[in-house]
């Protein structure tokens, strides 16, 4: 027997991990709790913090507190 974890949208079933195994598998689908309920998320998608991050103009500068070390 194999346990994974996935979460149902709706429509269908989508893998938190990979499954391991590559031939017809027979499988019992259990309902546990909603998604809220629990600290399962489904991931993140690709490009989805766009915009929501900013990096300081001076990140690249030296710190004053490392002076002494880049000689």
């Known amino acids: 027997m194999l346990t994974i974890k996935a979460v149902y949208d709706g429509i269908g079933f989508k893998p938190q ?8 598998y027979e499988v019992v689908i259990t309902f546990i709790r909603p998604i809220e309920d629990t600290a399962v998320r489904p991931p993140f998608e690709y490009g989805c913090m766009h915009g929501k991050m900013s990096m300081a103009e001076d990140f690249d500068a030296p710190l004053d507190d490392f002076e002494e070390y880049m000689g």
């Not at 991990?17 to 017809?24: A, G």
């Open 17 to 24: 991990q990979p499954i391991p195994v590559s031939e017809n």
